[in-house]
C-alpha cells in the first residue's frame, strides 16, 4: 500500500516526479542521540513515536524504545504510530513477537503509571473487516488502547453517512475516534484536499450521534508550527478567497497560522485572483487584518 497522500510522503518509498524522498530508515545510534536529548528536557512528558512506522520494527527494536523512554523519569506518556492495523491487522494476529513486545512494554508503563497506547489511521469504514475486528480484540484484551486519526479525503471520506459509519465502527472495535484531519498541504494531492466548511459541517454532523468522548475532534494542522487548531476556532474565515486564520496562545503566542482551502472548491473568479501574485497578497493581508481586528 502506498499512501501518496502521507504528510509524511516525503520519506515513504522511493523518489516520485513530484518529490525527491528524504531516507529515513530505522538507526539505532540516531536513536541513541533522540535518547539523550529527551533525557535533558524535563517539559518532554509526551512522546510519539512516529516519522516511521511502528509495524517495521522488530519486536526487539520496538521493546527497546518503549523500554528506554519507560525508564525517563520525566516520560509520563507515549504512543506508538503504525497505520498498520489499517492494512494488515492479520500481523496482530500471528506476528506473536511482535504484540508480545508491546504488550511488555504496555504492562511495564502501567506498573509505572504510564500510558502506552497505540494510534493508528483508518480514514473509511471499509478498512474495518472481520479479521480487523479478530485483531482489535485481541489488543483490547490486552489491555492495549487504540486511538484513531484520519485524513478528510475528497470522494473517500467527506460524505456525513461514511464519516458517521466510519465513527461507529471504531467504536464497535474499541477503537477511539481521537482526530480528524483537514488535509494537509501536502505536495500533488489538492484533488484530495478538503475546505474547512466541508470539516466543520461533518463535525456538526457526527457530534450527537455517539457518546461524547467517541466523537473525534476535527483539526486543522496549518504551516508554521502551531500544532492542530479545532477547525471551529479559527479567528477568521472567508469562505470566498478559503483563507482561515488560527492562532495557537499556548503554543506560539502572538502568532497567526494561515490555512488555505483547495482553489477546485472556490469560484472561477477567485481561483483567478489566485493566480496572481499580488492579489493573494491582498487577500493574505485582508484575511489576516481582519483577524487581528478579532479584539478580546
Ligand atoms: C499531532 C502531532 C503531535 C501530537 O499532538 P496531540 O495533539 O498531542 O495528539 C505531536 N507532534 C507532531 C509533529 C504532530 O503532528
Redesign the pocket.
Known sequence: MYCRFCTRSYAVGIDTEEVEKVNLKANEERWKQAYAYIRTRPELE?I?ISGGDAYQLRAQQLEDIGMSLLDMPNVRRMRFATKGPAVMPQKILTDDAWVDALTRVVEKGRKLHKEVVLHTHFNHPNEITGITEDAMNKLFERGIFVRNQSVLQRGVNDAPETMLLLVKRLGHVNVHP??VYVHDLVKGVEDLRTSVDTAIYLEKHVRGSTAGFNTPVFVV?APGGG??RDAHSYEYYDRETGISVYQAPSVKPGEYFLYFDPLHQLSTHTQRRWQDPAEQQVMVDDALSKAKARLR
Open positions: 509526551d510519539v481521537y482526530y494542522d500544532g492542530k
